[in-house]
């Protein structure tokens, strides 16, 4: 195991690369505010190299980047790092040679955003439900986007341990008449049916499409966006169908990895749509379906549940752990490269 570095090398680039976007922000020393940069769109630069120094821009030496430490979305596995839903891949040595780094760290993009979870306080998150969260109790954070997120935060022996994955991929059965219904009319990802396929920006769609398919008419919404806004607009029977089983079908994950992580500490949903559509997740689907764990819903009904609102959650993560290494156990063997 590669311990937590207990000093990072400042300058540090952060970044947090999904499949659409690419954010960045500069931190100069351990005292300095973070500086955020402006949203990079990745489909506008060949190499994720090239979108990095349109972030570090043409600053002198003293403020260029020693560190870059930077979540993809995706496993973190070898020296070169195929980006999951983009088409960069990251490689560490190649980072170092271009901008004479000492240092690279690839973490997962919801790990990053776990370790914003314990920084958050009440202004960073708006509460769905009754739960109440435990100081120390474990975390898990679930972002639906281009693709569906999560991560979990662990505390133990006085620091927090967050435990990356791709639990969005994992499978997704109907449970209800309704959703046997809908299934055999679901467009399959992968040759399967994912959590994914439906609880993400495409699968809003996918969704939409099947109740459609279902009901026997005719799609009439092109984009989740507009599926997002007629279903909040309440003027689309299909498009508010589909905000309540997105809202359904994602408490049911929520839930589920809240189960298995004990999640005394909170779950946290992560991400623009969940921003977005804040209205059909507070509206009492997504809790119900969070809390329907019988026989142990009275351990669900515990557990606090929340919309991270606060800005560039896992670049915030990524400034605590430069700042303050030795709070975390971040696991860096075949993820920390030196120069």
Known sequence: MAASPERIAFPVLSGDIGGTNARFALIQDEDAAIERIPTLATADYATIEDAMAAAIGDRP????????????????????????????????????????????????????????????????????????????????????????????????????????????????????????????????????????TLVCGSGMLRLYKAICAANSVEPTLANEADVAARGLAGDDPAAVETLQLFATYLGRFAGDLA??????????????????????????????????????????ERMATAIIVKPDPALAGIDHFARRPTEFGVELEGRWWQG
């Open 61 to 196: 030496e003293a403020e260029r980047p020693k560190t870059a430490i930077l979540a993809l979305a995706g496993p973190i596995t070898g020296d070169r790092v195929q980006i999951t839903n983009n088409h960069w891949a990251a490689e560490p040595k190649t980072m170092i040679e271009r901008f004479g780094l000492s240092d690279v760290i690839l973490l997962n993009d919801f790990e990053a955003l776990s370790l914003s979870l314990p920084g958050l306080g009440e202004d960073g998150v708006d509460p769905i439900g009754d739960g109440i969260a435990t100081p120390h109790g474990a975390r898990v954070v679930v972002g639906p986007g281009t693709g569906l997120g999560a991560g979990a935060l662990i505390h133990s022996r006085g620091r927090w341990v967050p435990i990356p994955g791709e639990g969005g991929h994992v499978d997704l059965g109907p449970v209800s008449p309704r959703d046997f219904e809908i299934w055999p009319h679901v467009e399959q990802t992968f040759g399967r049916m994912s959590t994914e």
């Open 259 to 300: 189960l298995i992580f004990s999640a005394y500490g909170g779950v946290y949903l992560a991400g623009g749509i969940s921003t977005r559509i804040a209205p059909a997740l507070k509206s009492g689907a997504f809790r119900e379906a969070f809390v329907a764990k019988q026989p142990h819903r009275h351990l669900v």
